[in-house]
């Protein structure tokens, strides 16, 4: 119990002493906490009373939000356009397939196909030179003239490359006096035009019947 | 009894015055370099860590927009416990197990030869260089509960550990520390 006592005591007296322990503070000592001060108070002000500016600031948002669309955009599209690679290559790659075999085969086939056929009908007339009673279309003597200049309108306007050809068929067209010329001529605007549908056949039709109707007369 | 100091945060703040500052500087800073001599293993140690702390503290209590004030005591406090968790964190490594064994022969020795008073004759410096002979949990725990008085709740809280050990902590560093005060007389 006595060492119990003693040792309270010396605790007692330990405290007493050591609570209130000062050491002197150099004038060094002061100036190295006012630096360490002066280093923590100008972060502390960076950081506590500009970012409330900062934040908010309306001009900041609007440039951050629309860079984060923008990123999101590219995102989206990104994820959007990499599955569906395989398809519009497909897509680019057939199109322009299948146009190349329309422009390129298709025309030279409806030529060789429908050509001979208005061939057939008309060089039969144009040699027995009794086109005007065989053909069916003499009553509409005035129409197909008129068909003839429309059609070497637009056949002038689609074919730059036959142009030369298609003025030699309209020169005939107005001069109707020889009757050898004028077949051979068409045949070649036949061919030429043979783009173009079954509007051909009464091209030829009314300049044979008024060339007979005057050697009649 | 003495009147407590308080201190206004927005002093600290004001731009280009060191008023606030020098203030505290002159009434707490020897005081709180004494806690650091105590609680530290040597002068060197305390000066470093007193000048760190005592900042670090101040940064702290301006950093918390209430209260507006603060007294003397809370800072001393907030300056106790930043300088314990400094010291942890220098000695991580170091095991809270009791490593000082004094003699229970030689505490015998120095009953038979003491004097009633002997220990009455010794300076703060003697008592801080029989603290710093204890291991750094010991000293600390010492320090705490003995001398700033601090809870066993709190003190678990700061060492983070339990309070079953820290009491039997705090009864060893108490034996530790009379033992050796005891041993040299």
Request: proline letters at 4%.
């Amino acid at each position: 119990m006595a060492e119990l006592d003693e040792n309270k005591k010396i605790e007692e007296h330990i405290r007493s002493v050591l609570k209130d322990f000062t050491v002197s503070v150099t004038e060094d000592q002061k100036n190295f906490l006012f630096q360490k001060y002066d280093q923590i108070k100008t972060h502390h002000k960076n950081i506590q009373f500009h970012l409330p500016e900062i934040i908010k600031n309306k001009t900041l948002w609007i440039i951050s939000g629309s860079f984060v669309l923008i990123i999101l955009l590219i995102y989206i599209v990104t994820l959007y356009s990499s599955p569906s690679n395989d398809e519009p290559s497909t897509q680019s790659i057939s199109p322009s397939v299948d146009t190349t075999n329309n422009q390129s085969i298709s025309h030279p086939i409806d030529t060789t196909k429908h050509t001979p056929s208005h061939r057939d009908t008309i060089t039969s007339t144009s040699k027995t030179n009794t086109i005007s009673i065989t053909t069916p279309s003499q009553t509409n003597i005035t129409s197909p003239t008129n068909n003839n200049k429309e059609l070497n309108k637009t056949i002038n306007a689609t074919n730059t490359d036959n142009s030369k050809k298609l003025d030699t068929t309209i020169s005939p067209q107005k001069s109707n006096i020889s009757n050898d010329i004028v077949p051979k001529k068409k045949k070649k605007k036949r061919t030429q035009e043979s783009n173009v549908e079954d509007q051909n056949l009464p091209v030829l039709e009314p300049k044979t019947p008024e060339f007979n109707t005057k050697e009649e007369e | 009894m003495s009147i407590i100091r308080e201190y206004h945060k927005q002093d600290f703040l004001v731009h280009k015055d060191h008023s606030a500052l020098s203030r505290l500087i002159d009434d707490q800073y020897a005081k709180c370099l004494g806690i650091a001599y105590r609680y530290c293993k040597s002068d060197e140690q305390a000066n470093e860590l007193s000048s760190q702390c005592f900042i670090t503290t101040l940064k702290n209590l301006l950093a918390e927009e209430e209260p507006e004030e603060f007294d003397e005591n809370t800072f001393v406090r907030q300056f106790i416990i930043c300088i314990v968790k400094t010291i942890l964190d220098q000695r991580k490594g170091e095991l809270i197990a009791d490593t000082t064994i004094v003699a229970s022969l030689k505490k015998n020795e120095a009953n038979l030869f003491s004097d009633s008073d002997y220990y009455k004759t010794l300076s703060p410096q003697d008592f801080i260089q029989h603290l710093r002979k204890l291991n750094t949990v010991q000293q600390i725990i010492y320090n705490l509960y003995c001398i700033d008085q601090f809870t066993i709740k709190d003190i678990a809280n700061i060492i983070q550990h339990h309070e079953l050990s820290i009491k039997a902590l705090i009864e060893r560093a108490r034996f530790n520390l009379i033992s050796s005060i005891k041993s040299i007389v």
